[in-house]
């Protein structure tokens, strides 16, 4: 059973379900309370894992997580990650067309965004913080969707979760630089000795909107601000990682 306190995106594509997770519900001891989902971070393995098998079994699918490095790549995904043995892929980005599979960005400040093709044809998933972003990380996952799913961007919904938000994440001139932003954008809020307030989830808004992409939903929670509810490298440095899941549902498709 999901957990109540998990975020549901907004949308209603046939053949698609997904969800992110929070802090709650989890076996996890602090500061890694509760429900911490990377094993890397320095947790019990063993709690991780419980933490894992306790997601899963509020899904209709099996995430398959990734290596994730603050790039661009996308990998497609099918049967064969699934099995025991399978490499794990230094990747931001996932997409399917396989019911049951769960494209998976775990989080704890980044921003995950979620795709669904028309009819539950192909999902993604996108890991993408400022480097990513910038990168164009959201794009390739976009035209990815698009190429497995034989769509165009106008027909593919896009969900933003919980992130670090416009007010409490201050950046540098590299991160303007990265995105090519004047110092008056309106998504960076100057602070003064060379520190601006960026807008992380504006910026990604901003890249789907230009790619073509007219559904985008989400984007409403701050991971910073939220303490009791999200985890936050920006704020407490050691802490767990979120996931955010889509896939598409063979019962949805029946």
Not at 53 to 65: F, H, S
Not at 92 to 121: H, W
Not at 220 to 240: H, I, K, L, N, P
Request: with cysteine; hydrophobic share 45%.
């Amino acid at each position: 059973m999901r957990h109540a306190d998990w975020l549901v995106p907004e949308w209603q594509v046939p053949g698609v379900d997904a969800l992110m997770t929070t802090r709650a519900g989890g076996v996890s001891l602090a500061p890694f309370d509760s429900l911490n989902l990377r094993a890397a971070v320095g947790d019990d393995p063993a709690a991780v894992a419980r933490n894992q098998r306790i997601v899963e079994q509020a899904m209709a699918a099996t995430p398959v997580y990734l290596n994730q490095v603050h790039g661009r790549r996308v990998v497609r995904l099918t049967a064969a990650d699934l099995l025991p043995d399978a490499a794990i892929h230094d990747a931001d980005a996932s997409v399917t067309t396989e019911p049951g599979i769960a494209c998976t960005a775990q989080v704890a400040d980044c921003l995950p965004v979620l795709f669904a093709a028309p009819g539950g044809r192909a999902v993604g998933a996108a890991h993408a913080g400022w480097r990513g972003l910038a990168l164009g990380v959201l794009e390739a996952t976009l035209h990815a969707v698009c190429e497995a799913a034989a769509c165009e961007p106008h027909e593919v919904s896009a969900w933003l979760g919980a992130c670090i938000g416009p007010t409490r994440f201050e950046v540098g001139p590299d991160v303007l630089a990265a995105f090519d932003a004047a110092p008056d954008s309106p998504r960076f809020r100057a602070q003064g000795q060379g520190k601006w307030l960026a807008d992380l989830g504006g910026l990604a808004v901003d890249r789907l909107q230009a790619a073509g992409v007219r559904d985008v939903s989400g984007g409403r929670w701050c991971t910073v601000s939220e303490a009791s509810r999200f985890f936050s490298f920006r704020r407490d440095r050691v802490t767990g990682r979120m996931a955010a899941f889509v896939w598409i549902d063979r019962e949805r498709l029946c």
